[in-house]
């Protein structure tokens, strides 16, 4: 026997009771992949990997390939099928190296690879030696779960428009560095008397690489200042794109003129600055994409119709038809609307209500689509599909809520809207003052102007609010925590008021044995060993309580009502075992019975999350009024509410009311974070000032969240909002330096004393200020 | 002075060389799996057939 914190040879999950019989593995699926992968000589796996404890283990469940993956598959010329693939489950380097050793032994595979980034898979085969299902078999087998997706819908605008930043980066790049370095030439063939012929010849040489690089680099700028003129705005991009071109034609005027200054190492450098800025935010914001585009496809399930011939097919939700027949999995999510027609079962339907306890179902139980089939297969006749499901009714009511928060600006908008008249009215003043009041010619007189709208031109101001959301992004994103939306950490720095949902967000999500109750030792392990053959979360519960159980023999299950064993032993509902006491449940139960004794009664709880109690007095640290709004009923919500401390709480809330609540507290002046999990909770997710989702919840809710987290604990949580608040301060001290500097050198570039050198010497050190005031934000680990 | 004529065409060309590399390296998915080919150089397996270049490009292309 193995000791008690053996862990399971193949998933690394701890091994417990009975099951570590099973030759140290934790079941039988876990044996079988260890010998798939010891056959195919590739154990090297197991000492190259690094599990990752927190991560779901990789265990094969057993419930195959996801959909149809035909539908997936395109032709490529030659003969050969390419399929994409996500990949749930890869970890790290030793599962990238297991799955394409897998694929590429079996027979057809021309090419397998594996993306550790975005782990999604390219799979390349010939179709006429082998089928896409035989191929991915293996990788089922030992325990990734695989979903083939459309590569030209993900790898969509968002990725061209970060790799066209990269490479405008690159191009500016080169041309800073070489410009700058003629430039320094210049520089010091002033001091030391260069000739004009070689000083023109190293400007003609500097225009040469600068104009093309700012015409290939000014276009992201230009498009979205265009893009803000026209809808009769402005934003940072206006003055850029104006100081950038006036600078390269001021300059290219000078050069052709054999003039002393020219500004081209200043337009290139500028570029290459913001691009930078421009490129990693692009980037950090990507990933959290991706990241969240991951979790959403991993979801997406096909649903199982039978047809009237009584053939099965896999389809799409959205290709299902009212009045088709659909076959709905013990352990598998609703995909569709419809009625029962044959079966029985237990539903939960958490996500969709923010109840806590599984409902019984029988034939003509409506059930939605959201809602998770426990116990024993159904089928169900479909009664809505597409617009008219319960689903796309609380979509509509997202989409509504949504309209409020799209008006939110962001602050260095804000900043933007003044900053950019200021600056250009400064420089049109400068340019008129020179003319009128010291008689000057017009020339001389814009190339001055000119050099007020360079010093001004806000390098360091459109530096301050991306390198600090780069810095706060990744360092949530180490923690758990992805940052969806661009503006999601200004808004949360805001907030003064947090409302959480109870199910699945401030509560586990699972049920748990109460220690009070009738029940005694004897009771729970005769209990539990009956639970053990059953899938129901209360039956989970038991054998959670009672982990050295022995399953009892010949357990039958009662879908829908309980479970009953050979001896006559019965365990389930109040009805099941015949219960006639009259006294109200206060929450989930279940009933054990024993030939000859009364039955006891075992209560349960959903359980707050681990660290809910010092998560919520950190909130109360920080200055923030929590409120507990639930769809579940109220004693269960009253009963939460006073564990985790929380005084002021609402129950029995549906979708429209929690808007509602909402709305009412955006009324007053409140600025509200809603964090929740479930369908129910997706249009109060939008609605809310700022929103956060648990990586657990309902597709929908994570879609509508700003951000979202993951793990066990809401500490993420806590943190997020402190790096947001840290993050405004941090931007509004990055704004202060920046407009400081521009006080500065605005006097010198309108008095006309300003040369490219100081220009450059100026722009390079705020610059530099900023960034390293935001790396401060990095050095948060504690 | 005729150094000059010299080096900043060889800087310029040097400096065009690292650029042209780079764009080439960014269009064939070198940068596309950055965490992957930290890991990747630690295989050992080198009785595998090499994979065929990737041709990001040329798959997208295909796709319809």
Redesign the interface.
């Known amino acids: 026997m193995t000791g008690p914190a053996a862990l399971c040879r193949h998933c690394g999950s701890p091994l417990g009771g009975e099951s570590a019989a099973v030759g140290g593995f934790c079941c039988a699926g876990c044996a079988a992949a260890y010998e798939l992968i010891s056959a195919q000589g590739l154990d090297l796996y197991y000492r ?1 990997r690094c599990l990752d404890p927190t991560a779901q283990p990789p265990r094969p469940d057993g419930d195959g390939v996801a959909a149809a993956l035909s539908d997936h598959v ?1 032709a ?2 030659g003969g050969e099928s ?1 399929l994409s693939l996500m990949v749930d489950g890869v970890q ?2 030793a599962c ?2 297991l799955i394409e ?1 897998l694929l ?1 032994r079996q027979p057809g595979v ?9 782990r999604r898979l ?1 799979l390349r085969f010939r179709p006429e030696e082998n089928d896409p299902a035989a191929i991915l078999a293996p990788v089922f087998a030992v325990g990734y779960r695989l979903v083939p997706f459309d ?2 819908r993900l ?1 969509s605008d968002d990725l061209r428009h970060e ?1 066209g930043l ?2 405008a980066m ?2 500016t790049g ?1 041309a800073a ?2 410009v700058m ?2 430039s320094v030439s210049v520089w010091a063939g002033h001091a030391q008397g260069m000739g004009p012929a ?1 000083r023109g ?1 190293l400007h003609w ?1 500097s225009a040469l ?1 600068a104009l093309p690089a700012v015409v290939y680099g000014l276009r992201p700028f230009a498009a979205s200042a265009l893009g803000a003129l026209r809808a009769g705005r402005t934003n940072m991009d206006v003055p850029i794109t104006i100081g950038v071109v006036l600078t390269s034609a001021m300059s290219l005027w000078e050069t052709v003129n054999g003039g002393p200054h020219a500004y081209f190492d200043s337009a290139v450098s500028l570029l290459f600055f913001l691009l930078i800025g421009r490129y990693l935010e692009a980037r950090a914001r990507g990933r959290a994409r991706s990241a969240v585009e991951h979790l959403l496809a991993l979801d997406a399930r096909a649903v199982l119709v039978i047809d009237s011939d009584g053939h099965r097919r896999l389809v799409p939700p959205r290709r299902v038809m009212v009045g088709q027949t659909v076959l709905v999995a013990a352990g598998e999510r609703v995909g569709i609307d419809g009625v029962v027609i044959d079966g029985r079962s237990d539903i939960e339907s958490g996500l969709l209500t923010g109840e806590s306890v599984p409902m019984a179902a029988g034939p003509g139980s409506p059930l939605y689509a959201g809602t998770m089939n426990l116990t024993a297969p159904l089928r169900l006749r479909v009664t809505a599909v597409g617009e008219d499901t319960l689903l796309a009714g609380i979509v509509r009511m997202m989409e509504v809520a949504e309209q409020g928060r799209a008006r939110y600006v962001a602050f260095a908008e804000r900043v933007a809207r003044w900053y950019a008249p200021v600056v250009h009215l400064t420089a049109l003043v400068t340019f008129i003052g020179w003319i009128v009041l010291a008689g000057m010619a017009w020339q001389p007189a814009l190339l001055i102007a000119v050099s007020v709208l360079i010093v001004t031109c806000p390098c360091a101001l459109a530096l301050a609010v991306p390198v600090v959301q780069v810095i706060a992004s990744g360092r949530l994103m180490r923690r758990g925590v992805l940052v969806k939306s661009a503006t999601a950490l200004e808004r949360l720095a805001e907030i003064d008021h947090v409302v959480f949902d109870k199910t699945g967000t401030l509560t586990a999500g699972r049920p748990v044995l109460r220690p009070e109750g009738g029940w005694n030792a004897d009771d729970l392990a005769v209990a539990a060993s009956l639970a053990v053959a059953s899938s129901h979360p209360l039956a989970r519960a038991l054998v959670a309580a009672c982990p050295d159980v022995r399953s009892a023999e010949a357990v039958t299950e009662h879908p829908g009502q309980g479970l009953s064993g050979c001896g006559g032993d019965r365990l389930g509902s109040r009805a099941f075992v015949a219960v006639l006491e009259s006294d109200e449940a206060d929450g989930p139960e279940l009933w054990l019975a024993r030939p000859g004794e009364t039955p006891v009664r075992f209560a349960f709880a959903d359980r707050p999350r681990a660290d809910a109690n010092d998560a919520i007095a950190a909130l109360r640290h920080l200055g923030l009024s929590v409120e507990l709004l639930s769809g579940d009923r109220r004693v269960i919500v009253a009963a939460l509410a006073d564990t985790v401390g929380i005084t002021d709480w609402r129950g029995g809330c549906d979708p429209a009311a929690k808007v509602a609540r909402l709305t009412t507290l955006a009324a007053r002046g409140r600025r509200v974070l809603m964090v929740g999990d479930g369908l129910n909770d997706a249009p109060a997710l939008a609605a809310a000032h700022v929103s956060i989702s648990p990586a657990s919840g309902a597709d929908i809710s994570r879609a509508a969240a700003d951000l979202v987290f993951q793990g066990e604990r809401l500490a993420p949580l806590v943190e997020a909002i402190a790096v947001a608040r840290q993050a405004r301060t941090l931007t509004r001290q990055n704004f202060a330096l920046a407009l400081g500097y521009n006080l500065l050198a605005v006097p010198l570039a309108i008095s006309g004393v300003v040369t490219p050198l100081i220009a450059a010497i100026a722009m390079s050190a705020s610059s530099l200020l900023v960034i390293v005031n935001a790396l401060r934000l990095s050095g948060g680990r504690r | 002075m005729e150094t000059l004529l010299m080096l900043i065409p060889v800087a310029l060309i040097l400096g065009l060389l690292g650029l042209v590399g780079f764009l080439w390296s960014l269009r064939s998915g070198q940068f596309d799996d950055m965490d992957g080919a930290a890991q990747r150089i630690l295989f050992d397996n080198d009785d595998d057939k090499a994979p065929p270049p990737p041709g990001h490009r040329q798959e997208k292309g295909s796709n319809r």
């Open positions: 190259r395109t490529l010329p390419a790290c380097g990238v190296w050793s590429t021309t090419w397998a690879r594996v993306n550790l980034t975005t390219a590569p030209d790898e790799r990269l490479k690159a191009v080169f560095g070489n370095l003629l070689t010849l040489v690489v």
